[in-house]
């Protein structure tokens, strides 16, 4: 199964609350979201910047679809619209109110 779509959203949150982010979002909203079994999700990457900028560090979640059909079974018809729990939204600083959805041209390793 590969990907066809990355939906791709950014978050950034204080230095101090940097590791508290990052245990939310792996230990409770990517399994979250990975339990409900939404058809055609491939997976999930987060990455954090080693660059800490205006006292911000900026995380970086890519989830990857078969499809746009795909993205709209997670999120419903406003599917660009982030998805950010109450735990993830009282740890960050601010965030991307919409996620930007890429299609993949090829897939390289």
């Known amino acids: 199964m590969k990907a ?3 939906r791709v959203w950014h978050g950034w949150t204080t230095v101090e609350n940097a590791d508290a982010y990052q245990a939310v979002v792996e230990g409770e909203v990517i399994p979250g979201i990975l ?4 058809p055609g ?5 987060v990455m954090r ?3 800490v ?4 560090v900026e995380f970086t979640t890519i989830i990857w679809f078969e499809s746009l059909d795909n993205v709209r079974d997670f999120m419903g018809e406003d599917y660009r619209q982030a998805h950010v729990p109450e735990n993830a939204r009282a740890v960050l600083k601010r965030f991307d109110p919409e996620a930007e959805h890429l299609h993949v041209l090829s897939y390289l390793s």
């Open 4 to 6: 066809s779509v990355a």
């Open 35 to 38: 339990k409900r079994q939404i």
């Open 41 to 45: 999700l491939v997976g999930a990457h």
């Open 49 to 51: 910047s080693e660059l």
């Open 53 to 56: 900028e205006n006292e911000e």
